[in-house]
């Protein structure tokens, strides 16, 4: 009878100090970031830090001088760390009894790595960079904290999905269908909830009446005013919209507005194509890690993506953006391309060209990436391919020039694109724009290589684990774009001294859109291991993960972290707090003022010519002609204040965060013009202000 030997267990003194290690380190670099004021309120509000604190038995206190104070308890905090490690660690000896603990240990080292760097550069960093590099740390706190915590959960093993009987992980090896089908069904149903709750929070918001007009409901009007003779245009405009933007994607949609007219149409179908953008992340994934289960950890995380989060709800509340309808046509164009399916590649890339102008950037840079990739190659069908890339690119090139130089200045009496005005100091037109980097070359590249720059860098990456980082070359495919990002410098009205408080506008707005599909492309790209001269992937070397999925499930962890403190959206920290001014208790509980609103709406005939504040144009989209009653001077009343000289009735929201309208004597009409305006009787409890031209008036 033969005897089994007896199964050799390797010393776990030292995998047992590694443990030990990592969570001292871990638990010290928790301590700071959550007792550091400058750095727990970039995390989230402080209700929801509170609640935390008290979890790991520390506090938040006020003191008499009405000073925060987080006091976090270094043993909670350990504790929390450690207990988790303790107990995998020992189901993974008692499973594997050769080495379980010892891969365990193995695996946690990039966490420990990662918190050691932290701590030297935070302890170092006052006496040899001095107080601005600190700053820096305590700016980056989210995402410093998504990476320690990402590092050291993807450490913990999970189970995995068998692929067909073969081996996950490993690139060109086969999966089986049945894999492909469980994880894709995965992630399409993670899709339609995805879809269903971000397009519910839309409805609440526009129930509530939080949408504003401007780059939202505007563009439901648009379609209106096209079926019904007014020309593709809101009133807001100066002119036709093609004097703002070569964006006419939406006018696809009209066959359907035809049949439900109503915004929120136009709503569902841009959560939708956000959601449906997952499907070519999932086949782009799969293809370059050649692993199914990758795939569907990436496609996941597009879900849990936050600079995503802001294209559906981003600044002030704007919900719909026709960027969102091009997104779609982007991601489904790049997996065409590398599938060799050209005809149906141009066909999405054609739609992409037609949601804005400088979409044609990106077009062009996949062009020309494309073209590197290929152009070198003996392969027939490769060469056909390069020919088809440089086309792409010829083509992008002349439309943005075409758009921005002829059609759009033609649509506005010979003025430049109004966005020139979006770059400061650095000129009010394209060839101002042109001039200064000619002429001040040092200039431009000081914004361009600037700390606010690296922010830009880490906002699009870190949520991804870096893994597009790994791909420099697809992300040349951006280049353009993101340089034009860097420039942009945006001013959001006095700061409490008097200066100019500047708004980054990545990710708060919606100009860093075309880049996602590039940044995705990059990601699934980026899983496939580079090898050194010795054989050895990177990833090898540096004691990161190695294999496809657990890299893609490394993106997923800082996709779902950096989203607990920077999206709006429930997987966001901040809609759960009471105190947000974004919560859900300040936005999405259910309040009266549409319906007091819908009140004065049955008394205004359609056929009237509204006035309104903000918020109160997503009501009148469907009246004869839909005013802005704002301090905004518009070409529409001569840029002179007040509203056009045939406005019918001018109704005032006193009520919304920017009003400036609380009562009646704010109004300027009543009191300069009091023979011309009456102040009709109030059925709102002072929410809403109506006045009406007086007919003698008109007369």
Same mark, same amino acid.
């Given at each position: 009878? !033969?005897? !089994?030997?007896?199964?050799?267990?390797?010393?776990?003194?030292?995998?047992?100090l590694r443990l030990a290690t990592v969570s001292v380190l871990v638990t010290l670099m928790l301590w700071i970031l959550c007792g550091e004021q400058n750095c727990w309120q970039q995390l989230w509000p402080s209700d929801i830090h509170a609640g935390l604190l008290h979890w790991t038995g520390g506090q938040l206190r006020t003191d008499a001088a009405d000073r925060v104070h987080s006091e976090p308890s270094f043993p909670g905090l350990w504790l929390a760390?450690?207990?988790?490690?303790?107990?995998?660690?020992? *189901?993974?000896?008692?499973?594997?009894?050769?080495?379980?603990?010892?891969?365990?240990?193995?695996?946690?080292?990039?966490?420990?790595?990662?918190?050691?760097?932290?701590?030297?550069?935070?302890?170092?960093?006052?006496?040899?960079?001095?107080?601005?590099?600190?700053?820096?740390?305590?700016?980056?706190?989210?995402?410093?904290?998504?990476?320690?915590?990402?590092?050291?959960?993807?450490?913990?093993?999970?189970?995995?999905?068998?692929?067909?009987? #073969?081996?996950? $992980?490993? +690139?060109?090896?086969?999966?089986?269908?049945?894999?492909?089908?469980?994880?894709?069904?995965?992630?399409?149903?993670?899709?339609?909830?995805?879809?269903?709750?971000?397009?519910?929070?839309?409805?609440?918001?526009?129930?509530?009446?939080?949408?504003?007009?401007?780059?939202?409901?505007?563009?439901?009007?648009?379609?209106?005013?096209?079926?019904?003779?007014?020309?593709?245009?809101?009133?807001?405009?100066?002119?036709?919209?093609?004097?703002e933007h070569i964006q006419v994607v939406h006018l696809l949609l009209l066959p359907l507005h035809m049949l439900w007219p109503h915004y929120l149409l136009l709503e569902w179908i841009a959560t939708a194509c956000l959601a449906i953008c997952v499907v070519?992340?999932?086949?782009?994934?799969?293809?370059?890690?050649?692993?199914?289960?990758?795939?569907?950890?990436?496609?996941?995380?597009?879900?849990?993506?936050?600079?995503?989060?802001?294209?559906?709800?981003?600044?002030?509340?704007?919900?719909?953006?026709?960027?969102?309808?091009?997104?779609?046509?982007?991601?489904?164009?790049?997996?065409?391309?590398?599938?060799?399916?050209?005809?149906?590649?141009?066909?999405?890339?054609?739609?992409?060209?037609?949601?804005?102008?400088?979409?044609?950037?990106?077009? $062009?840079?996949?062009?020309?990436?494309?073209?590197?990739?290929?152009?070198?190659?003996?392969?027939?069908?490769?060469?056909?391919?390069?020919?088809?890339?440089?086309?792409? !690119?010829?083509?992008?090139?002349?439309?943005?020039?075409?758009?921005?130089? *002829?059609?759009?200045?033609?649509?506005?009496?010979?003025?430049?694109?109004?966005?020139?005005?979006?770059?400061?100091?650095?000129?009010?037109?394209?060839?101002?724009?042109?001039?200064?980097?000619?002429?001040?070359? *040092?200039?431009?590249?000081?914004?361009?290589?600037?700390?606010?720059?690296?922010?830009?860098?880490?906002?699009?990456?870190?949520?991804?684990?870096?893994?597009?980082?790994?791909?420099?070359?697809?992300?040349?495919?951006?280049? +353009?774009?993101?340089?034009?990002?860097?420039?942009?410098?945006?001013?959001? $009205?006095?700061?409490?001294?008097?200066?100019?408080?500047?708004?980054?506008?990545?990710?708060?707005?919606?100009?860093?859109?075309?880049?996602?599909?590039?940044?995705?492309?990059?990601?699934?790209?980026?899983?496939?291991?580079?090898?050194?001269?010795?054989?050895?992937?990177?990833?090898?070397?540096?004691?990161?993960?190695? +294999?496809? #999925?657990?890299?893609?499930?490394?993106?997923?962890?800082?996709?779902?972290?950096?989203?607990?403190?920077?999206?709006?959206?429930?997987?966001?920290?901040?809609?759960?707090?009471?105190?947000?001014?974004?919560?859900?208790?300040?936005?999405?509980?259910?309040?009266?003022?549409?319906?007091?609103?819908?009140?004065?709406?049955?008394?205004?005939?359609?056929?009237?010519?509204?006035?309104?504040?903000?918020?109160?144009?997503?009501?009148?989209?469907?009246?004869?002609?839909?005013?802005?009653?704002?301090?905004?001077?518009?070409?529409?009343?001569?840029?002179?204040?007040?509203?056009?000289?045939?406005?019918?009735?001018?109704?005032?929201? !006193?009520?919304?965060?920017?009003?400036?309208?609380?009562?009646?004597?704010?109004?300027?009409?009543?009191?300069?013009?009091?023979?011309?305006?009456?102040?009709?009787?109030?059925?709102?409890?002072?929410?809403?202000?109506?006045?009406?031209?007086?007919?003698?008036?008109?007369?």
């Open positions: 009878m !033969t005897r !089994t030997p007896p199964v050799k267990r390797p010393p776990l003194l030292l995998p047992l760390v450690t207990l988790p490690l303790v107990v995998v660690g020992a *189901v993974q000896q008692k499973r594997q009894p050769a080495g379980g603990l010892v891969d365990l240990s193995r695996r946690t080292m990039p966490c420990a790595i990662f918190a050691s760097v932290w701590l030297l550069l935070w302890w170092v960093a006052p006496l040899v960079f001095g107080g601005q590099f600190t700053q820096f740390l305590c700016t980056t706190t989210a995402f410093s904290l998504a990476l320690l915590l990402a590092l050291l959960w993807n450490a913990l093993p999970v189970p995995t999905l068998r692929q067909g009987g #073969a081996a996950d $992980g490993l +690139a060109g090896q086969p999966t089986g269908i049945d894999g492909n089908r469980r994880t894709l069904l995965v992630v399409l149903l993670a899709a339609v909830v995805w879809q269903s709750v971000s397009f519910q929070l839309n409805r609440s918001l526009y129930d509530n009446l939080l949408v504003p007009h401007g780059d939202s409901a505007m563009y439901e009007e648009h379609l209106w005013n096209t079926w019904h003779g007014r020309g593709f245009r809101s009133y807001l405009d100066q002119g036709l919209f093609l004097g070519p992340i999932f086949s782009m994934t799969r293809r370059w890690s050649g692993s199914p289960q990758a795939a569907m950890w990436l496609a996941l995380a597009w879900l849990l993506y936050f600079p995503m989060h802001y294209l559906d709800i981003a600044i002030d509340l704007k919900t719909l953006r026709p960027s969102c309808y091009g997104l779609a046509a982007l991601f489904w164009g790049i997996d065409l391309a590398e599938r060799r399916r050209l005809k149906s590649a141009t066909v999405c890339f054609l739609i992409a060209l037609l949601t804005q102008e400088d979409f044609a950037l990106i077009t $062009g840079g996949i062009g020309l990436v494309l073209w590197l990739l290929r152009w070198r190659t003996a392969d027939p069908d490769q060469r056909a391919i390069a020919r088809w890339s440089a086309g792409l !690119t010829a083509a992008s090139v002349a439309w943005v020039l075409l758009a921005v130089l *002829v059609v759009i200045p033609a649509f506005r009496g010979g003025e430049v694109v109004h966005y020139s005005r979006y770059f400061g100091d650095l000129g009010n037109s394209p060839g101002d724009l042109l001039k200064t980097s000619l002429t001040q070359p *040092v200039k431009v590249a000081a914004i361009l290589f600037s700390q606010r720059t690296l922010l830009y860098v880490l906002v699009l990456s870190v949520p991804l684990a870096l893994l597009p980082l790994r791909r420099p070359l697809l992300l040349v495919a951006g280049g +353009a774009t993101f340089a034009m990002l860097s420039l942009i410098q945006l001013g959001n $009205g006095p700061g409490d001294a008097g200066q100019t408080v500047e708004l980054p506008p990545v990710p708060y707005h919606h100009f860093h859109a075309p880049l996602l599909p590039v940044i995705f492309w990059a990601a699934a790209a980026g899983l496939r291991g580079r090898a050194d001269g010795r054989g050895r992937t990177l990833s090898q070397r540096a004691g990161l993960p190695q +294999a496809p #999925a657990d890299r893609a499930r490394l993106a997923l962890l800082c996709a779902a972290l950096t989203a607990a403190s920077g999206s709006l959206l429930p997987c966001g920290a901040a809609y759960w707090s009471d105190k947000a001014d974004w919560g859900r208790t300040r936005l999405y509980q259910p309040n009266d003022r549409a319906e007091k609103l819908q009140r004065i709406l049955a008394r205004i005939p359609p056929t009237a010519r509204v006035a309104s504040t903000d918020y109160v144009h997503t009501r009148l989209t469907h009246y004869e002609r839909s005013y802005d009653y704002s301090d905004y001077l518009r070409a529409v009343n001569n840029y002179r204040p007040g509203v056009p000289a045939d406005t019918d009735y001018i109704i005032i929201d !006193t009520g919304h965060r920017y009003s400036t309208i609380r009562r009646p004597e704010d109004i300027r009409e009543l009191r300069e013009e009091p023979g011309t305006w009456e102040l009709l009787p109030d059925e709102t409890d002072g929410m809403f202000l109506v006045l009406r031209r007086v007919p003698a008036a008109v007369n």
